[in-house]
């Protein structure tokens, strides 16, 4: 099975903030890398899919990068509603595995 | 729109066998090139993903739950189930369906696809105990 290691765990920042989380691949996912943001009792919601690409009506200030296996997903300028868990996600074999999370909290 | 439903009970005893199903409206589950999918979480965990079925009957299935586990589907209902046998405590979880969908990309002279999991339901907590 891939490995998908996200850091940090957890991150407070405040609401304008630039942030960056990372997650990293045990073996090349080429760009077969999807990012999902979950909120409490809600189910995920995907954000960006192919690495960088932006899903229909998730706000541009989501962005994603990355190849091979070392990927970010950034949040240009953090809004109240941006407070949830990411998640990262592979989808370059079977069976598919997420990232540990990222909690994001206010500051 | 594309709505997806999960039912069943939400208690299972241990050793028994838990059962889910997700009904699909706003789609039809035979559309080519979605797998249906399940995928758990476990409480205040991640995201741990147990299998999907194709609208043929084709499955794929975490290794680490092969054994345990049965995907079927009902094109005429528009529905796909989980049977998980065996349980114990360590199956409470909240349980998703998924659609996983995929976005077409040249790469060279080759068509790839990207898969990711678009719709999902609300999720039902299951808890295994006596």
């Known amino acids: 099975d891939i490995q998908m290691t996200q850091s940090p765990s957890s991150l407070s920042a405040s609401v304008g903030d630039r942030v960056t989380i990372t997650c990293r691949a045990s073996?090349?996912?080429?760009?077969?890398l999807n990012w999902y943001q979950q909120k409490p009792g809600k189910a995920p919601k995907v954000l960006i899919y192919?690495?960088?690409s932006l899903q229909s009506g998730v706000p541009s200030r989501f962005s994603g990068s990355g190849s091979g296996t070392d990927f970010t997903l950034t949040i240009s300028s953090l809004q109240p509603e941006d407070f949830a868990t990411y998640y990262c996600?592979?989808?370059?074999?079977?069976?598919?595995?997420f990232g540990q999370g990222t909690k994001l909290e206010i500051k | 729109q594309v709505q997806l439903q999960e039912s069943g009970p939400g208690l299972v005893k241990p050793s028994q066998t838990l059962s889910l199903t997700c009904t699909v409206s706003?789609?039809?589950?035979?559309?080519?090139?979605?797998?249906w999918t399940w995928i758990r979480q476990h409480p205040g965990k991640g995201l741990e993903w147990i299998g999907y079925?194709?609208?043929?009957?084709?499955?794929y299935y975490n290794p680490s739950l092969k054994s345990r586990i049965t995907i079927t589907v009902d094109t005429s209902r528009n529905q796909f189930s989980l049977n998980l046998s065996s349980v114990t405590a360590a199956d409470t979880a909240v349980y998703y369906c998924?659609?996983?969908?995929?976005?077409?990309?040249?790469?060279?002279?080759?068509?790839?696809?990207?898969?990711?999991?678009?719709?999902w339901g609300q999720g039902t907590l299951v808890t295994v105990s006596s």
């Open positions: 079925i194709y609208h043929s009957g084709s499955t």
């Open positions: 998924a659609r996983q969908t995929y976005y077409d990309f040249w790469s060279g002279y080759d068509l790839n696809k990207y898969h990711y999991f678009d719709y």
């Open positions: 192919g690495a960088s």
């Open positions: 996600q592979q989808s370059y074999s079977t069976p598919r595995t």
């Open positions: 706003g789609g039809s589950i035979s559309s080519g090139g979605h797998y």
């Open positions: 073996q090349t996912i080429i760009s077969y």
